[in-house]
């Protein structure tokens, strides 16, 4: 596998395959706040709603960080009325779009088939349901829409990025995937994976 190429910004929520029953799952990032006083920390390790991690900068200084994960709870606003002083649930909301965090790649994950629930640590390449293998190249959509509006673009004559909300993610594809030998096998593996469940 080549690595994937990258694109910002991505959603917080990706298609996956499921790790029980590999059918098209949901992932959705963790999201985090930093601990800001030591005595803060008990109450974050004793909160099931929270992961305590301990992280490292780069001047080699421990900092601490409690995360919560929207997939498996929901909303944090919903649920939880003891925090801290100086902390509030909207610490820990998700933004519109997922950005690197000390945790990357840290979230949960949701399957409607086997009804499977669990944190999940995210493994790009291998996790990824709308991931097309072309010429030892990767395709990816984050999900089923997107994975629409790609396989569209690849299939037009006009390779038009002005799909709305897309425009940014087709600016990013790889001149290989373009080529006009690749629509037809890369149309019918998108086509594929677009009918599956
Ligand atoms: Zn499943």
């Not at 990706?14 to 799952?25: G, V």
């Not at 974050?44 to 709870?73: M, S, V």
């Not at 790609?150 to 037009?156: G, Y």
Request: aromatic share 14%.
């Amino acid at each position: 596998m080549t690595r994937l190429y990258e694109w910002n910004p991505v959603p917080h929520r990706l298609a996956i395959h499921c790790p029980i029953c590999r059918n098209l799952a949901e992932f959705e990032f963790a999201t985090y706040r930093r601990i800001e006083r030591r005595e803060h920390i008990a109450y974050f390790k004793a909160n099931k709603a929270f992961d305590y991690r301990q992280y490292i900068d780069g001047c080699g200084h421990k900092w601490h960080a409690a995360l919560y994960y929207p997939g498996l709870h929901g909303p944090l606003q919903s649920g939880i009325h003891d925090l801290p002083d100086g902390y509030e649930p909207q610490f820990w909301a998700q933004s519109h779009y997922w950005c690197s965090s000390p945790g990357s790649g840290v979230g949960s994950v949701r399957c409607s088939a086997c009804h499977f629930r669990s944190k999940h640590r995210l493994n790009w390449s291998d996790d990824l349901y709308f991931l097309i293998s072309y010429r030892g190249h990767n395709l990816w959509a984050y999900d089923r829409d997107s994975a629409m509006a790609l396989r569209n673009f690849i299939d037009s004559e006009t390779r038009s990025v002005h799909q709305d909300g897309y425009s940014r993610f087709l600016l990013h594809i790889p001149s290989v995937f373009k080529h006009h030998k690749a629509r037809e096998p890369l149309v019918k593996a998108l086509d594929k994976k677009l009918c599956s469940k």
